[in-house]
């Protein structure tokens, strides 16, 4: 008998809306903005984690509309003038509940379910995807959050039976998220709130970089907070009397006091390294992320001959490996950079679309001039850094003239740099082989120590 009620509640109420409202608002938001979810090695399409995450950062908007259609659906007795007569019914009041409230909490799982499989399956097809469960604790515990708001509006618009209950729940509900909300504006996502108390919130920041990952206390916790929050509205959904309707804030109160209890401190042990995804896989002295396997091969070679030029140019000075950069960093901060190892990052937009012997010459690049900040869809570098590699890279291939690594742009800002660039290219050429070797060991020691005179250097002049 209850289940053929269940397919009637799915049938003809309105729970079936609130799993389309769902996955079409959340589908349609990211396919109808240009964000960053669509850009480098992040993209919500491009791995599993990036993926359950973009899903997750939905929640900022999702979880107050699911607050919200729980409210409503909340006030169909009380709408339909039928509280009384059910009261009178010798079914349970648990039983009563547990049929809308089941349908409702379907629907919306069914909704975001559908969500994290319309990306999952863009991944799963892509050329690139790094297979792993590590992601699957973020999606359910997005899942659980959609289904602990509905049934707390449920049970709120129960127990305060108003039609001003519901648009002030959505209000509260995006209130709270917009206070606790984090950014990944630092090292790692940070935010106004205190660090376990942001974390009460279901949303998650964008995925800035591709190895991270949230950690399992951070699971934990979240889970303790809503499965507290879940129990609390069923428990109002089934209350009659103001005594037991305040005995039914307990699991909440509970759930909150045991979530802010094991939820970490700092946002360092909430969001971590994925370590299985970030171990390196290497051809010889060339290294990549396992994540990103699928290109060392292409990598391999390249980074093979790069070093090659390197050592010619610089001899014992020379790096004498490629690695993927794998630490975490804030935006904008310096990069650590090592001697002895040419960094790669595939976010890199002039790494991310090279190949072949462009990708050589990137790589000659970096070993002579690394750059010093992070450049990526999110954060790039100077257009000075740019000139200076492609001076460099230029005079180690031997090349006849200076070959700029990017087009060029036209405003009057990167003119001026590559002008600068034709004069340090005729005053570096112009020199004895082993006064160009010596120049070119200066600019890379003062790369490496982030100095900013380094075209200064290429042109024989003083520090500005």
Not at 45 to 57: D, G, H, N
Not at 226 to 237: E, I, N, Q
């Amino acid at each position: 008998m209850n289940g053929r009620v269940l397919g009637i509640e799915l049938r003809r109420s309105a729970a079936p809306w609130a799993g389309a409202v769902i996955a079409g608002g959340a589908l349609a938001f990211l396919h109808l903005i240009d964000g960053m979810w669509w850009n480098g090695t992040a993209r919500w399409t491009a791995q599993w984690t990036p993926m359950a995450l973009t899903t997750r950062a939905m929640l900022f908007y999702l979880w107050p509309v699911a607050v919200g259609i729980g409210a409503l659906q909340g006030l169909r007795d009380s709408r339909s003038r039928m509280t009384e007569l059910l009261t009178t019914t010798p079914r349970p009041a648990w039983s009563r509940a547990a049929l809308p409230a089941g349908a409702t909490a379907i629907t919306l799982a069914a909704g975001f379910g559908l969500l994290v499989l319309w990306g999952g399956v863009q991944v799963a097809l892509g050329p690139t995807a790094y297979p792993h469960l590590g992601w699957l604790p973020i999606s359910l515990v997005g899942a659980l959050a959609l289904v602990a708001g509905a049934l707390f509006g449920m049970g709120v618009a129960r127990a305060l039976p108003s039609a001003l209950t519901p648009p002030a729940l959505v209000i509260a509900a995006l209130a709270a998220t917009v206070l606790l909300a984090r950014h990944a504006d630092d090292r790692l996502p940070s935010g106004l709130a205190p660090n376990r108390l942001s974390l009460l919130s279901p949303a998650t920041p964008e995925p800035r970089q591709v190895l991270l990952t949230l950690s399992g206390t951070a699971h934990l916790g979240q889970t303790l907070w809503l499965l507290g929050l879940l129990a609390t509205g069923f428990a109002l959904l089934v209350a009659a009397a103001p005594r037991t309707r305040l005995l039914a804030t307990v699991p909440v109160l509970a759930g909150a006091a045991l979530a802010l209890l094991v939820l970490p401190a700092h946002a360092r042990e909430t969001y971590v390294v994925d370590r299985t995804a970030a171990a390196p896989v290497c051809d010889g002295p060339v290294c990549v992320a396992r994540i990103h396997q699928s290109r060392l091969p292409g990598l391999a070679p390249r980074g093979k001959e790069a070093l090659r030029v390197l050592r010619d140019a610089l001899g014992d000075r020379a790096p004498d490996a490629v690695r993927e950069e794998t630490a975490l960093r804030a935006t904008g901060e310096k990069r650590a950079l090592p001697g002895d190892t040419v960094l790669v990052s595939f976010d890199d937009p002039l790494i991310a679309g090279a190949d072949g012997e462009r990708l050589t010459r990137v790589l000659v690049a970096q070993g002579l001039a690394p750059h010093c900040y992070p450049r990526s869809a999110r954060e790039s570098g100077t257009q000075y850094e740019v000139v200076v590699q492609s001076v460099a890279a230029s005079w180690a291939l031997g090349e006849s003239g200076m070959k700029p690594l990017e087009k060029p742009a036209a405003d009057e800002y990167s003119r001026k740099a590559w002008q600068e660039a034709e004069v340090a290219w005729q005053r570096l050429t112009a020199l004895p082989p082993g006064e160009q070797r010596a120049r070119m060991a200066r600019v890379r020691g003062a790369a490496l120590s982030c100095s900013y005179d380094q075209l200064d250097i290429l042109k024989g002049e003083t520090s500005r």
